[in-house]
């Protein structure tokens, strides 16, 4: 729970701060052990916070996370205890009340004997990457934390660069598919009804795709909310699934490894992502098996993680890398382990390393603006041929009945 407080610290200076406890009297205990007198003590309560626990649903975006670390990675670089740059940032971040609260729980912790790490991981304002604290407690280990904080913040930048650009390509896509879908429901539910109802008049025989778009607009008008009800709930199960059941989590990922270029999408990211992360911690001072052994546990996709996982526990038994990733790697490429191989042997691991990062991460940018690219023109395909087939539903029975005519 957070606590506001206004008092008076030892020198008799007024002092206005929030801080985090689990009990009021905890925070008195606080309080009196920093000699602070308060004269106001009461606890934040925000919007559903007071019965249910939501305490690290608050996140920073990626361009705040990034300049907020790298300002405190400015501060470190200049020399400064870590304690004195919290005191710091807590007077730059002043008209915002998130990252004071934040900022305030990283002094408390710290003051109280907790490590840098330690006050991130307990801290309940900001849910954080477990990459980006990971890369802090590597870093604090090996005393490169200002060195490892900057590469952090210029990479959740990059990545979040990416992330944009995709978004802004998508926005095209998802027009084109909310349009299409609302067509074709209209056209469905509308306009086949009121020709059908015609064709029962006159009491012709249909031809067969007449018949299935017919049925299709009969099942579409009866079950439409049974239907919406059914995607609604598999998408509450798959996020449910998601963040509670692990073989689901493995087994997803399994499956999207294997679609066409979607998968080669996420298999090159991911060697990008650990190659990046190995870089940066080897750049740092760390030792080769304690880089390889936290950027395998950093991966999103389980798969993909867990052959790195079991390589890197070869790597501790003091077999090379390169030879464990040919024996669990299926899924990573060949010249991926290739260029492990040669940074094993000239021991250029760091400066390989970022080549392979830059390398994965722009032959990444590459596929990603070729799915976009056949994205478009496919769904414009199938939104006609959609339309077109329905179109040709409700004409053949009519110019049937012309030529009978005539």
Do not use: C
Not at 230 to 251: D, G, P
Not at 260 to 282: N, Q
Request: glycine share 4%; hydrophobic share 50%; no cysteine.
């Amino acid at each position: 729970m957070i606590y506001k407080y206004k008092g008076f610290d030892r020198s008799g200076k007024k002092v206005k701060a929030r801080i985090e406890a689990t009990s009021l009297e905890e925070v008195k205990k606080k309080l009196k052990s920093r000699g602070i007198i308060y004269e106001e003590l009461s606890e934040v309560r925000e919007i559903f916070l007071s019965k249910l626990d939501f305490t690290r649903s608050a996140k920073l975006t990626p361009t705040e996370l990034a300049s907020f670390t790298r300002n405190l990675a400015i501060y470190l670089k200049s020399g400064i205890a870590i304690v004195q740059v919290i005191k710091l940032a807590k007077t730059q971040y002043e008209a915002e009340p998130l990252i004071v609260d934040f900022l305030s729980s990283l002094e408390n912790s710290m003051s109280e004997g907790h490590s840098f790490y330690n006050a991130l991981e307990n801290q309940k304002i900001l849910e954080l990457p477990v990459f980006y604290k990971q890369s802090i407690k590597v870093a604090s280990e090996s005393g490169a934390l200002s060195e490892v904080m900057f590469e952090l913040a210029r990479f959740i930048k990059e990545q979040d660069t990416v992330s944009k650009e995709v978004k802004r390509a998508m926005i095209y896509p998802s027009v084109i598919i909310m349009l299409s879908v609302f067509v074709v429901a209209f056209m469905l539910t509308t306009v086949v009804p009121s020709i059908t109802s015609m064709f029962t008049q006159l009491k012709q025989e249909l031809p067969t795709i007449t018949k299935v778009v017919i049925a299709s607009a009969d099942f579409l008008g009866e079950w439409w909310l049974v239907i919406a009800l059914i995607i609604l709930a598999l998408s509450l199960l798959y996020s449910f699934l998601q963040k509670t059941n692990e073989k689901f989590r493995y087994m997803w990922d399994g499956m999207l490894l294997k679609l066409p270029l979607i998968g080669k999408i996420i298999r090159t990211f991911e060697l990008a992502r650990f190659a990046y992360i190995a870089s940066v911690l080897s750049k740092s001072g760390v030792t080769f098996v304690h880089a390889v052994k936290f950027s395998s546990n950093i991966l999103d996709n389980l798969v993909i993680k867990k052959e790195f996982v079991d390589a890197g526990s070869d790597v501790v038994e003091g077999k090379k890398f390169s030879t464990s990733l040919s024996k669990y790697g299926k899924h990573i490429d060949k010249s991926f382990i290739q260029a492990i191989a040669l940074a094993e042997e000239t021991s250029q691991v760091q400066v390989i390393l970022q080549n392979l990062a830059e390398l994965y991460f722009e032959e990444n940018k590459n596929k990603i603006g070729v799915f976009l690219a056949l994205l478009e023109p496919l769904l414009i395909i199938f939104v006609g041929i959609t339309i077109g087939v329905i179109v040709v539903a409700m004409l053949l029975p009519i110019f049937s009945m012309d030529m009978a005519n005539m």
